[in-house]
C-alpha cells in the first residue's frame, strides 16, 4: 500500500486540494473559497479531506494533512491568525480537522510550506541549506537551515525578502514601507515599469499591445522580452537588479547553498534567471547558484509536503509519541 498526505492549499479566491503521493498530485479538488466565515471555510477543508480520504480508496494510506493558507500564522499552535484576503481570526484550522478527520494536521503560511515542497519533493532535495523566494503577486521567501524551516522569533517572519527596502525613493508598499521589493519587483510592479516604458518608448511590441487597448501584465513583459522588444527587455533587466539587491541581503545573512525561484515570475523560465545573474555581475556580487521551483503546483504539494516533514520530524524527536 502506497503512502499519501493529503495538500491544502488555501487562497483569497479558490482552494485547491490533493492526495499527493511522492510528490504526484494522484486525485485533485478545486472549490471557490467561501470568506462569509472562518468556520465556512474549516468546514470546506473538512468535506474536502473527507472526500480525498475516499478517494484513496483503501489503496493509499494516508499520512496526514498538510495547510497552506496567507498571512500570518502559529504553526505550533495550528492557528491561522489573520490574514488580508481570508477572515481568519485566530482560527483553530488544525484542531478542527484533527477532532474531525483524525488524522495529524498540520498548518504553514504558504509561501514557507511552498520551500518545504521543495525540500522534501522539488529542487531543494538533497540541499540542507537553501532560501525560496516566491515572485508573484507578492514576494516571499522561506528559510532551509540545516533541513529544517527556520520561522524566526516570535512574530515568525523570518524570510520576509519581500520587505527588505531595495530603493527609498519607491513607492510605498502595502506594508507600509517605501521602496520594498515587493513594491519594485511583484508582479504588479513589473506590468507598472512595462506600461511606463513602452509609454516612453513610444514603439515596439508593449507599445502595440496598449494602443489597441489592452493591458499589460508581468507575463506580457517578459513575453515581449523574449520577442526582442527594447522596452520590455530594460524592465526585465531592472526587475532582475532589483531582485539582486535583495538576493544580495539573502546572501550575506544566510549563506545558503542554493536559491530557488518559485511563484507566477517563474513561468518566465531563463528569463528572470538571467536577468537576477546580470543583476548580481552590475551590483559586483559574487555569482550565486540560483534554480526554477520543481515543482509543477506548489501550493498542493507543499501544503502535503508539511504534512509529510512535520510528521516524520514529530516521530523522529518522539517515538513513543507516534
Known amino acids: 500500500m502506497h503512502q499519501g498526505w493529503i495538500g491544502l492549499d488555501v487562497g483569497g479566491t479558490g482552494i485547491k486540494a490533493g492526495l499527493v503521493v511522492d510528490g504526484v498530485i494522484h486525485v485533485e479538488r478545486k472549490v471557490a473559497t467561501d470568506r462569509a466565515s472562518d468556520m465556512a471555510i474549516c468546514e470546506q477543508l473538512h468535506v474536502l479531506v473527507k472526500d480525498l480520504m475516499a478517494a484513496g480508496n483503501g489503496q493509499i494510506q494516508i499520512g496526514g494533512v498538510g495547510v497552506a493558507v496567507p498571512g500570518v500564522v502559529d504553526s505550533e499552535a495550528g492557528i491561522a491568525v489573520r490574514a488580508s484576503n481570508l477572515p481568519w481570526n485566530n482560527t483553530p484550522v488544525c484542531g478542527f480537522l484533527h477532532e474531525r478527520t483524525g488524522l495529524p494536521v498540520f498548518l504553514e503560511n504558504d509561501t514557507n510550506a511552498g520551500a518545504v515542497g521543495e525540500l522534501v519533493f522539488g529542487a531543494g532535495q538533497g540541499v540542507d541549506d537553501f532560501f525560496y523566494m516566491a515572485i508573484g503577486t507578492g514576494v516571499g521567501g522561506g528559510i532551509i537551515s540545516e533541513g529544517r524551516l527556520l520561522r524566526g522569533g516570535k512574530l515568525k517572519h523570518a524570510g ?5 527596502v531595495v530603493d527609498r525613493s519607491g513607492p510605498v508598499c502595502g506594508c507600509g514601507q517605501v521602496g520594498c521589493l515587493e513594491a519594485m519587483a511583484a508582479a504588479p510592479a513589473i506590468g507598472r515599469m512595462g506600461r511606463e516604458a513602452a509609454t516612453k518608448a513610444g514603439q515596439g511590441s508593449l507599445w502595440d499591445r496598449m494602443q489597441s487597448g ?48 518559485g511563484g507566477g515570475v517563474a513561468a518566465s523560465g531563463q528569463l528572470i534567471l538571467d536577468a537576477m545573474d546580470q543583476g548580481l555581475h552590475t551590483l559586483g556580487a559574487k555569482p550565486m547558484a540560483i534554480k526554477l521551483s520543481g515543482l509543477t503546483q506548489p501550493g498542493v504539494v507543499g501544503a502535503a509536503a508539511v504534512g509529510k516533514n512535520q510528521t516524520e520530524l514529530k516521530n523522529m524527536y518522539s517515538p513513543t509519541e507516534a
Do not use: N
Open 214 to 261: 489592452q493591458g499589460i501584465e508581468a507575463k506580457d513583459v517578459f513575453e515581449a522580452a523574449a520577442e526582442g522588444d527594447p522596452a520590455a527587455s530594460r524592465v526585465v533587466e531592472t526587475t532582475g537588479l532589483y531582485l539582486a539587491v535583495g538576493l544580495v541581503a539573502v546572501g550575506r545573512i544566510l549563506s545558503p547553498d542554493l536559491v530557488i525561484v
Open 160 to 164: 520576509e525578502v519581500g520587505h527588505i
